[in-house]
């Protein structure tokens, strides 16, 4: 599957590469963020999503939380408007959504393209962003920090035209937010809070939706 295709059909969860950039112990040089990166074990903290398009008159906002432990278990789960998980363990991914009989399973296209996900969270844990064959990484640091994540293929750069992401300026290894955008018009705004750094997590919420 390409890249392209992994987008078009898992284009939301794209959201979860955003999990990883959460490791990254934040400097000024490539190879400070990758030595600052080994130091960080695991991570949690609530998200909101803003999704802008120019159709709308106003954005679509969903809520939720994530958790990821190294090497690469990873929750990811929005609790409004519509509930739904997503889990990666042990190289197994599995993602649920609620209905009126509670979690169902989802075994499409969606789950495919997790693949590809999870091959970039563990470049990016390592805070290996300039080592992207789909994306040039610009680093910049001092007052309003952030890298920005800029296609190298004019294919890709037709669904996303840049990726931004900030640090917070006050906690080191934590975002402030990231912006994923798609043109001037049309972008997702993740914002994150309550973020913890290396507190313990229970394997078995890697596996069990509740």
Known sequence: MTIYRTIKRGTSLIGML???TFLLGWADTWEDIQRASSKITSVSAR???EKHMQILAKPLISRG???FQTPDSVRWEYTAPVRSVLLMHKGKIKRYTQGSKGFVEDRGGAVD???FIL???GRWSKGRFNENEY???TLKGGTGAHIILTPKEKGLAAMISRIVITPSPDRP???KSVTIVESEENYTLFEFTDSQLNAPIAESLFREVE
Do not use: D, H, P
Request: charged share 10%; net charge neutral.
């Open 18 to 20: 955003l999990v990883c």
């Open 47 to 49: 998200f909101s999503q």
């Open 65 to 67: 939380r994530f958790y």
């Open 113 to 115: 393209s997790m693949q």
């Open 119 to 121: 091959q970039e969270i």
């Open 135 to 137: 994306f040039s990484a």
């Open 173 to 175: 290894g934590v975002l």
